[in-house]
């Protein structure tokens, strides 16, 4: 590791345990993840026993309590997990983040025991993979009011049909969370979240998309024809599907804003290692002073970034769930907007510093690069997470 990160990851908010966990994931990580990078992105693969591996460290599905199989850790420990996997496998941390952020988190704070027992312990060994299927072809920003899936009640089940598209490990999952509208009169105080197996009928995968960056990590388009639910599989209540929502939002913003951090740390080191090597006019290019404002202005944004980003990942471990919302809403929206716009800058930095080389398909810098662009998207738009920030400050 670069002494730059090092020295940087020694010096601010984490305490033993945090400083350990992340050690340790950098470690597992780049000795076990990094090389599948070039194939993932080059094939679109996505390797099936990486989540079973990571699930022996015992880091996936940190914050699931032990009896349901996790590690009982708070939720900066699965921030940590996140970076460390970023610096190493993008596309992997993306897939992680998918499955444990976004679908077990949500499992996890919202459903009955049952629910919890039949697919917890699978989801923290890895052998179960899980995805959220919430945008639409005509709701991503509006994703709750403009949503056309319905779940009609038949008996003791829920037919449910429509389209989800854009769907982060839709083609590999084995379970998915999954927003529908059971009372469409009442519009986005009419959805309901339930647990379907994708193997249940009427669960298709319409097509796998192809991506520009985070190419290894399977997005789908999903098509819901008449897939029969079980009213046990319904997560919290009936048309209280927003809450269930917007409470993992917020908890998905500041995870994003984790792996974004590993990104950019990556960029950094990349960026700092060229510099060393490559010679230009008799000398390596790190001698000249506008290479160094390059590698200074990146080191300056890692590094805010890591202290917002610590600072309010610590603040949501510290408050007990589902109270989160209030207290860290506009912080959430605007540590994933700086991170966002960070991430773009040190990535076209670090290509710049790579010259011709950051511009060639099979570089690590250009997979960060062309990655990166995903990180002022997901998750709501950089657009969104302003008019979320202005929300709160306006008191609208
Ligand atoms: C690779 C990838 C993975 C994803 N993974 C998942 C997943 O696992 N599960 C899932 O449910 N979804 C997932 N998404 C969907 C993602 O959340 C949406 O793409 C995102 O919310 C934006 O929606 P949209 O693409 O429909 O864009 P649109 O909402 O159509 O936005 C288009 C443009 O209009 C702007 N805009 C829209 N409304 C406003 C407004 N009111 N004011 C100002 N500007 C506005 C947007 O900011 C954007 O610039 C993924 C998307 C991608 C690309």
Request: glycine share 10%; charged share 20%.
């Amino acid at each position: 590791m670069s002494a730059v990160i090092t020295e940087s990851r020694q010096s601010y908010g984490l305490d033993d345990d945090h400083r350990e966990i992340l050690e340790q994931v950098d470690k597992f990580s780049k000795a076990n993840f990094w090389e599948l990078q070039e194939r993932m992105d080059n094939d679109e693969w996505w390797p099936d026993d990486a989540l079973p591996k990571l699930g022996q460290t015992g880091f996936l599905g940190a914050t699931v309590p032990p009896e349901l199989g996790g590690a009982g850790l708070d939720f900066a420990a699965s921030g940590l997990v996140l970076q460390g996997v970023a610096r190493w496998n993008p596309s992997l941390s993306l897939g992680i983040l998918a499955h444990e952020n976004l679908c077990l988190n949500n499992i996890l704070h919202n459903a009955n025991d049952e629910i919890k027992q039949r697919y917890l312990p699978g989801m923290c060994d890895g052998s179960i993979v899980g995805c959220l299927s919430l945008t639409e072809p005509g709701a991503g920003s509006d994703a709750l009011g403009g949503m056309a899936t319905t779940a009609k009640l038949d008996g003791d089940h829920y037919v449910l049909n429509g389209t989800k598209l854009y769907i982060t490990n839709g083609p590999v999952a084995d379970v998915s969370l999954v927003y529908a509208k059971t009372s469409p009169e009442l519009g986005a105080k009419g959805i309901t979240a339930f647990v379907v197996d994708t193997k249940t009928e009427g669960f298709n995968v319409a097509q796998k998309l192809v991506k520009m960056g985070m190419r290894g990590t399977q997005t789908a388009e999903i098509v819901f024809d008449n897939c029969r639910v079980p009213v046990e599989n319904v997560v919290g209540e009936v048309d209280q599907g927003v809450k269930v929502v917007m409470s993992g939002l917020d908890l998905e913003r500041i995870g994003l804003s984790y792996m974004i951090l590993g990104m950019a740390e990556r960029c950094l080191e990349l960026a700092v290692d060229y510099a060393k090597d490559r010679k230009q006019f008799g000398k390596a290019i790190g001698e000249f002073q506008l290479v160094q404002g390059m590698l200074a202005e990146m080191y300056t944004e890692v590094e805010v970034l890591r202290s917002f980003c610590y600072d309010v990942g610590n603040e949501v471990s510290e408050i007990e769930h589902g109270s989160a919302r209030s207290r860290v809403h506009k912080r959430s929206a605007a540590l994933v907007l700086q991170a966002g716009l960070m991430i773009m800058r040190v990535a076209d930095n670090a290509v710049q510093v790579h010259g011709g080389a950051g511009y060639i398909w099979e570089m690590e810098i250009n997979r960060l690069y062309r990655a990166g662009k995903l990180l002022q998207i997901g998750a709501g738009t950089n657009e969104v997470r302003k008019i979320i920030i202005a929300r709160e400050l306006l008191g609208n």
